[in-house]
């Protein structure tokens, strides 16, 4: 079967996925942002996720770039990677996801395959997506659980889904998009095995065929949510051994010694994955009546941690004798981790509003990003702090980006006004004056 694939949503996600179709088969790109489509039509990936020569060799095998529905509507498989995000009260937020299933809606066709990639809790695909596109589609969802009598009327009338989660680690140029093992479903096993076949041909570590769209959908969310779990334990730790006076850096190494101990750092659980999708499985598991205490208490930790780290950082000054009021501080790094110019929601953020709550004037510097990115005013935003003569009262090492592991602590000893007060989260300062 000659297949043309229409990506939906050209995020992190979205794009490297297009790509890498793009080398064995015909693919559109499709987003609702003009300007994003304009920049990947120039060549230009501001995610950083596919360079100059990559963006010129997807153009080069004829892949578009569009904001147009009609240049989507002769394809026949249809991927749905836009962002499954939560609202303030940190329930899931289905919106993109609706919204993009009533534009498929309206192009789909009799047996198209709808696949879903965005993060859900198990359900969404057939509860949710699945009505919206009949509704749009004037079309039937066939399915395992379609009745046979229907089986023969649906075919000649009717569209499949299938989903396979996606497993984007954004800034990783090891762990790309053909070589993370990928897990595939399909709403009949005919179809489970195109939709395998289809990621099987581009994924060159292997795919893994779940046995139904639940279980793929499930086990996407766990995943996330386990390593939430695994840090908010860490991160608890580290609040306790801190309270002790105890290095936790040094604990961790002793305990990695075991050869079954699991290691991990303590730190800020920010961006769209770990910080957001485990808020998906609490939200289903409590609509069915069963409240998931370890997943919640985690998240509040995790959570929790930056109103510590802005407490800390506070305590130190106060203990070098630093005025707080109208005291400058210096943030280093924005993004939610190193090397990548991703800043959804990262707690780096919480961090500066706490300080900004103590009077504190907050500058920050992120060399991944630029002034236009940030939305949040509550500080400066900077290029360079080691190009001026202002000092600072305090400076917190958030990220640990490359360039910030070159900066020595007589570079950051420089810019400090009077004895310097060193607050590093990523262990990656010489003698900080404070370390999680």
């Known amino acids: 079967m000659n297949y043309k694939i229409a990506v939906i949503g050209l995020g992190y996600v979205g794009l490297p996925l297009a790509h890498a179709f793009s080398e064995k088969y015909e693919v559109v790109g499709f987003d609702i942002n003009k300007e994003r489509i304009d920049a990947l039509n120039r060549g230009f990936d501001s995610t950083l996720e596919l360079d100059e020569a990559q963006m010129k ?116 140029k090891e762990h790309t998009v053909t070589k993370i093992l990928k897990v595939t479903s399909g709403s009949t096993p005919e179809i489970a095995k195109i939709v395998d076949d289809l990621y099987a041909s581009i994924i060159t570590v292997g795919t893994h065929l779940a046995s139904s769209i639940k279980v793929a959908e499930a086990s ?104 707080i009021k109208n005291a400058n501080v210096l943030v280093m790094g924005l993004t939610f981790k190193e090397d990548c110019p991703d800043i959804r929601n990262s707690k780096v953020f919480d961090i500066i509003d706490e300080l900004s709550d103590y009077g504190c004037n907050v500058d920050a510097y992120d060399p991944w990003i630029e002034e236009k990115d940030i939305v ?23 990220v640990g980006h490359k360039e910030f592991k070159v900066i020595s602590r007589s570079d950051l000893e420089n810019i400090s006004a009077g004895e310097a007060v060193l607050v590093d989260i990523k262990g990656i300062v010489e003698n900080p004056t404070w370390r999680l």
Not at 270 to 283: E, K, M
């Open 57 to 172: 060799e997807a153009l080069s095998h004829g892949m578009i770039f569009t904001t147009d529905l009609d240049a989507i509507r002769d394809c026949n498989i249809y991927i749905v990677t836009v962002p499954t995000p939560i609202d303030s009260s940190n329930k899931p937020d289905l919106t993109p996801l609706i919204k993009s299933s009533e534009s498929v809606g309206k192009v789909l066709k009799k047996g198209d395959i709808v696949i879903y990639e965005s993060t859900v809790y198990p359900g969404v695909t057939e509860e949710v997506c699945v009505p919206v596109l009949e509704k749009f589609s004037g079309l039937k969802y066939i399915s395992s659980n379609t009745p046979s009598t229907n089986h023969e009327s649906l075919i000649t009338n009717g569209f499949y889904c299938g989903y396979s989660p996606e497993r984007i680690n954004p800034g990783d």
């Open 220 to 323: 996407k969310v766990i995943e996330n949510t386990q390593r939430d779990v695994n840090i908010a334990l860490i991160n608890e730790l580290a609040l306790i051994f801190d309270t002790m006076g105890i290095d936790t850096t040094e604990v961790i190494e002793a305990a990695a010694t075991k050869w079954n101990f699991i290691k991990l750092t303590p730190g800020l659980v920010g961006g769209h994955c770990i910080g957001v999708d485990p808020y998906y499985l609490t939200y289903k598991a409590q609509e069915l009546g069963y409240k998931p205490n370890l997943i919640l208490g985690a998240r509040q930790i995790n959570n929790g941690m930056s109103k510590y780290i802005a407490e800390r950082t506070i305590k130190e000054m106060i203990a070098y004798d630093k005025k």
């Open 376 to 398: 949040q005013k509550n500080f400066t935003f900077i290029t360079d702090p080691f190009g001026t003569e202002k000092t600072y009262d305090a400076i917190i090492v958030a």
